[in-house]
């Protein structure tokens, strides 16, 4: 296993334990000079939240570990490709790369709808690999919606 694979685990864990509050299950890590300084996982049904995706959090959380809105030299690693809010979020916090687990042809916006970490007018751009464990983060998306769709035909 390599050290993306390795690092993508961690967010995969964090991912799980989304799915075990029924939330939808994305993890997300955020590591700095080879350490692990954020881990979060989506609350927005929890929290009653739009703003608690995972990489919200983890921005937040390495914000407050490293004492500053830069988080440059920062490497994110995410199980499913951010929304436009939350690639917002990378570009505003200078996060110099993204691992991505598995693309979101649906909302993504790192290449999937738009790709919004990659904009050539803005002032920073971020770095952006795909489908690091990309079958285990897919599946892992898939199986919920599906255990969702199942739950709601039961309870009609």
């Known amino acids: 296993m390599n050290q993306n694979e390795k690092y993508m685990k961690q ?3 964090q ?4 799915k075990d509050i029924d939330e939808v299950p994305i993890g ?3 590591v700095y000079e080879g350490k692990v300084i954020a881990r979060a996982y989506n609350r927005r049904n929890i929290d009653k939240n739009t703003l ?3 990489e919200m959090i983890a921005i937040k959380k390495a914000s ?3 004492g500053d809105w830069r988080l440059d030299g920062c490497e994110m690693y995410v ?3 951010p929304c436009q809010m939350c690639a917002g979020a990378i570009v505003q916090s200078r996060i110099k790369k993204v691992y991505i687990g598995c693309m979101n042809p649906k909302a993504g916006c790192a290449g999937s709808v738009l790709n919004l970490l990659q904009v050539a ?6 770095e952006i690999e795909k489908g690091i464990l990309e079958e285990e983060c897919s ?5 919920f919606f599906k255990e969702l769709r199942e739950k709601k035909k039961k309870n009609e």
Not at 121 to 126: D, I
Not at 139 to 143: A, D, E, M
């Open 11 to 13: 967010a995969v864990k």
């Open 15 to 18: 991912a799980i334990k989304a």
């Open 28 to 30: 997300c890590i955020i």
């Open 52 to 54: 608690s995706h995972a």
């Open 64 to 66: 407050k570990k490293l």
């Open 79 to 81: 199980t499913l490709e």
């Open 121 to 126: 007018k803005f002032n920073h751009q971020t």
């Open 139 to 143: 599946s892992l998306i898939t199986t």
